[in-house]
């Protein structure tokens, strides 16, 4: 496993590390199996890990405060997410910052999130969601720095919108934030148009999410996928997205060499960039978890590859299925 500093916050962190919404939302999840992966992941060296008050209402965090407490002698990163106070992802213009992220409000879910933890401290604290508007005004910050004072959070972050990365930037740019958690993978690659330059700039550190495109670019999902009722990713996976993603992932496929995977090389895509501090694939099972740590053991794509992967940047905005 290889580590990348965390942006001004100076921690060492696996580039690899470990996202949790699955194992506390998605059907076919088995917590058994989950808390065997997270540990294999400890095993192998990863030590940053994603997770969220709203992965479960808490189960997903109350998964990483087990896992913290078994590995005492390891450094464990934990980030975490406050919910907007409207419950509604993705945030839109028109919601406002007393909608979302009132004072008492995120006081609220701080502590919330250290009960389910069962921990004394949140490494990373970030805004479920965001707009940028609400830069202007400093409510959101009120009671942060107090937290920091009480040594209840040490790092504050943003989680920016699905296929939205211009909306976090001045954010980034005021220096307010320590780290920001935009999607980047080999279809959504625009981050590295102003998000990426600005968080090396201000030394923000850089959360790729949902390096598989929710699975997609792990080559695994056909034009008939579908998922028991109550998954959210037959909301997302809508016949007008699944037929054009996985069009688009047979054609990244043809480029792929022999005897490596399409996830291992989506992994490694993402960690070309510099820019990029930590990746946090979503993986519930062992194997895909053994698989994924490949990915930093393999170091750098070859230079042709890369520029042939480079050519499969999708542009989308969001829609009403995008979530
Ligand atoms: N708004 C936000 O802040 C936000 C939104 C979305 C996601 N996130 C964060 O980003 C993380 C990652 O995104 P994601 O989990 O939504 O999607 P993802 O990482 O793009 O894809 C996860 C899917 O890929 C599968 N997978 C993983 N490795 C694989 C491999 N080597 N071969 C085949 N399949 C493999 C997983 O299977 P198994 O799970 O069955 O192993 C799971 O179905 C989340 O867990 C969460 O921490 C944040």
């Given at each position: 496993?290889?580590?990348?500093?965390?942006?001004?916050?100076?921690?060492?962190?696996?580039?690899?590390?470990?996202?949790?919404?699955?194992?506390?939302?998605?059907?076919?999840?088995?917590?058994?199996?989950?808390?065997?992966?997270?540990?294999r992941?400890?095993?192998?060296?990863?030590?940053f890990?994603?997770?969220?008050?709203?992965?479960?209402?808490?189960?997903?965090?109350?998964?990483?405060?087990?896992?913290?407490?078994?590995?005492?002698?390891?450094?464990?990163?934990?980030a975490?997410?406050?919910?907007?106070?409207?419950m509604q992802?993705?945030?839109?213009?028109?919601?406002?910052?007393?909608?979302?992220f009132p004072?008492?409000?995120?006081?609220e879910?701080?502590?919330?999130?250290?009960?389910?933890?069962?921990?004394?401290?949140?490494?990373?604290?970030?805004?479920?969601?965001?707009?940028?508007?609400?830069?202007q005004?400093?409510?959101?910050?009120?009671?942060?720095?107090?937290?920091?004072?009480?040594?209840?959070?040490?790092?504050?972050?943003?989680?920016?919108?699905?296929?939205?990365?211009?909306?976090?930037?001045?954010?980034?740019?005021?220096?307010?934030?320590?780290?920001?958690?935009?999607?980047?993978?080999?279809?959504?690659?625009?981050?590295?148009?102003?998000?990426?330059?600005?968080?090396?700039?201000?030394?923000?550190?850089?959360?790729?999410?949902?390096?598989?495109?929710?699975?997609a670019?792990?080559?695994?999902?056909?034009?008939?996928?579908?998922?028991?009722?109550?998954?959210?990713?037959?909301?997302?996976?809508?016949?007008?997205?699944?037929?054009?993603?996985?069009?688009?992932?047979?054609?990244?496929?043809?480029?792929?060499?022999?005897?490596?995977?399409?996830?291992?090389?989506?992994?490694?895509?993402?960690?070309?960039?510099?820019?990029?501090?930590?990746?946090?694939?979503?993986?519930?099972?062992?194997?895909?978890?053994e698989?994924?740590?490949?990915?930093?053991?393999?170091?750098?794509?070859?230079?042709?590859?890369?520029?042939?992967?480079?050519?499969?940047?999708?542009?989308?905005?969001?829609?009403?299925?995008?979530?």
């Amino acid at each position: 496993m290889k580590y990348r500093r965390f942006g001004r916050m100076g921690w060492m962190v696996s580039e690899l590390g470990y996202g949790m919404w699955g194992m506390a939302g998605w059907s076919g999840s088995d917590d058994a199996e989950s808390l065997a992966s997270l540990q294999r992941s400890v095993d192998l060296g990863c030590n940053f890990f994603d997770t969220a008050w709203a992965y479960g209402e808490g189960h997903s965090e109350k998964l990483l405060g087990k896992l913290v407490r078994a590995n005492p002698s390891k450094r464990l990163y934990v980030a975490t997410k406050i919910p907007p106070k409207n419950m509604q992802w993705p945030s839109r213009r028109e919601y406002t910052l007393d909608d979302c992220f009132p004072p008492e409000h995120v006081a609220e879910y701080v502590h919330a999130s250290l009960r389910n933890l069962g921990l004394e401290q949140i490494d990373l604290i970030q805004f479920h969601t965001w707009e940028d508007a609400w830069i202007q005004s400093d409510k959101w910050l009120k009671g942060l720095d107090e937290f920091r004072r009480q040594g209840l959070i040490q790092a504050v972050g943003i989680s920016i919108n699905r296929w939205e990365s211009w909306n976090g930037l001045q954010a980034v740019r005021t220096g307010l934030v320590d780290a920001v958690q935009a999607i980047y993978n080999i279809f959504d690659q625009s981050p590295e148009d102003e998000l990426f330059p600005a968080c090396k700039e201000k030394d923000v550190a850089v959360i790729a999410r949902v390096p598989f495109d929710e699975g997609a670019l792990t080559g695994t999902l056909t034009k008939g996928s579908r998922w028991p009722v109550g998954d959210w990713r037959n909301s997302y996976f809508v016949p007008e997205n699944l037929n054009a993603t996985v069009d688009r992932v047979e054609a990244i496929k043809a480029v792929v060499p022999v005897g490596t995977t399409l996830a291992e090389t989506a992994l490694r895509f993402i960690l070309m960039n510099p820019a990029v501090s930590v990746t946090i694939p979503g993986m519930r099972k062992i194997r895909n978890l053994e698989a994924n740590v490949t990915a930093s053991e393999a170091g750098p794509l070859d230079p042709e590859l890369y520029s042939q992967l480079r050519k499969h940047r999708w542009d989308r905005t969001p829609t009403a299925w995008s979530q």
